[in-house]
């Protein structure tokens, strides 16, 4: 029995729902414990591909059950239309199949409404959010004015939060951002209709998990974004509003940290980054353009390019300290099939100096150059291969270079976009 945090180690989209969509299989549970529908979790199973934004990876397998937790931001209209889209499929999400933790915050359509304006009037520094009012809800949060999942079921306490909350925000966008102010009565209206749709989801997710945990039942968290954009250990500013790191699967759960034995960090064979930034190893030459075609580089959210480089180990070693990573899990190694050279960046160089750490300022970070490692490329398919023994030489030890600087064991390999697509070297579950 094993409960098991999978995070991404790089700047999100390193194929997080690939790898929980598999892990699932020996879980009981599956719960998101951070971010909101900024995430964009992309599955092929059987050929069918599926994207989540909110509901967690592991909701394809029939006998399991999806838990939302206290510390993601639910947008409510995205929550239903993502079961609505389920439902269209022949998959019926119920209460049985999904609970909505009474601690999660909403989303509210003055947190999109701001997180809009505020990039707008930012201008050439924006930091390319999602737009999705991920932001702002948190700031709620933390100013202490959110609106809860719980608020729901007090129609007349809502009603007062939801007019005290625009008071301020419509300031805002009429003052500061220029932009139309929004009306209460829709929102109250809207949010009181959602409260029937919902409520029947909502239950206490740690009280749930405290219980499956005692049956030595397995649960799983999945992790929404990438460390490096951890608001408090990512490339700030230029990050999102919540800590995607592991340690937050026991805050943004409710479950004491001792609760979690394995730490899967999913590492991209090559880096990737949607948004505005610093990217030391960042391409923008032709093998940047060959990575982005080849790996089919678009946000899963926004449908924007995402910016490719080489892989940085340096960001990898960095998520591996914050994580405490138990194991590794390399994903999309087939796209960098048919390249000559691989560069691995294993420093970074700063006025003359060598780096082995990333740099908390800005400043520093923006004026880095990456110090490369070269290795040889393979041409060979690797897309069916099922053991580290079937894939050529230099693959293997692109693996075990990686392996081998940060100091953790690959569990995982994945080779292409399919469930069936991956080497299992170990299992995270077998581990405690
Ligand atoms: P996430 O946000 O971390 O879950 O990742 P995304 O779903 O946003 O992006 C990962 C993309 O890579 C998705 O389109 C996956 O289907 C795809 N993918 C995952 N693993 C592999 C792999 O090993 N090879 C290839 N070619 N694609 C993969
Ligand atoms: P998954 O879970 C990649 C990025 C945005 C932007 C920054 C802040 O699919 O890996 P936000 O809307 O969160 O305030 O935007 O964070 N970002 C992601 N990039 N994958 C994600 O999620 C992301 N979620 C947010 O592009 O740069
Ligand atoms: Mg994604």
């Not at 209209?77 to 119920?94: H, P, S, T, Y």
């Not at 809860?148 to 009603?159: F, G």
């Not at 899990?329 to 100096?353: F, M, P, R, S, W």
């Amino acid at each position: 029995m094993a409960n098991v945090v999978v995070i991404g180690t790089q700047w999100g989209d390193e194929g997080k729902g690939k790898v929980v969509d598999l892990l699932t299989a020996h879980a009981s549970r599956v719960v998101r414990f951070q971010g909101g529908n900024n995430a964009g979790h992309t599955l092929v199973v059987d050929g069918e591909k599926s994207i989540f934004h909110l509901i967690p990876s592991g909701i394809l397998y029939p006998d399991k059950r999806c838990l939302i937790g206290n510390g993601v931001v639910v947008d409510p209209e995205v929550l239903l239309e993502e079961i609505k889209g389920l439902f269209e499929r022949g998959i019926k999400v119920d209460p049985q199949r999904l609970g909505l933790s009474e601690r999660a915050h909403l989303i509210m359509p003055y947190h999109k409404a701001i997180d809009i304006a505020r990039e707008k009037a930012k201008g050439a520094s924006k930091i390319g959010t999602t737009g999705r009012g991920i932001g702002p809800c948190y700031e709620d949060k933390v100013a202490r004015v959110g609106i809860r999942a719980v608020d729901l079921a007090e129609p007349e306490s809502l009603d007062d939060k939801i007019k005290a909350n625009l008071k301020e925000k419509n300031f805002c966008l009429a003052n500061l951002f220029e932009s139309e102010p929004l009306a209460y009565e829709p929102i109250a209206e809207r949010y009181r209709s959602l409260s029937h749709e919902l409520s029947p989801f909502i239950v206490d997710v740690s009280i749930e998990l405290d219980e499956a945990i005692r049956r030595k039942e397995n649960v799983l968290f999945e992790g929404a974004q990438g460390t490096l954009l951890d608001v408090d250990h990512g490339t700030y500013p230029f990050v999102t509003s919540s800590n995607p790191v592991a340690a937050n699967a026991s805050i943004g759960a409710g479950i004491g940290p001792k609760r979690l034995d394995s730490i899967v960090g999913i590492v991209k064979a090559y880096s990737t980054r949607v948004g505005a930034g610093p990217f030391v190893s960042e391409l923008t030459d032709e093998i940047g353009d060959y990575l982005q075609e080849k790996g089919q580089e678009f946000g899963a959210t926004t449908g924007r390019r995402r910016r490719c480089g080489w892989l940085d180990l340096v960001v990898v070693r960095y998520s591996t300290r914050l994580n405490g990573l138990t194991h590794l899990a390399i994903t999309k190694l087939d796209v960098l099939t048919g390249l000559d050279t691989l560069n691995l960046c294993i420093a970074y160089e700063h006025q003359g100096d060598t780096l082995e750490n990333v740099p908390p300022q800005l400043s520093t970070l923006n004026n880095c150059s990456p110090i490369y490692q070269a290795m040889e490329g393979w041409h060979e398919d690797i897309s069916g291969a099922r053991a580290l023994e079937e894939l050529p030489k230099n693959a293997q030890a692109y693996v075990k270079r990686i392996e081998g600087f940060v100091g953790v064991p690959v569990s995982i390999v994945s080779v292409g976009p399919g469930r069936e697509q991956t080497i299992v070297c170990t299992n995270p579950f077998d581990s405690s």
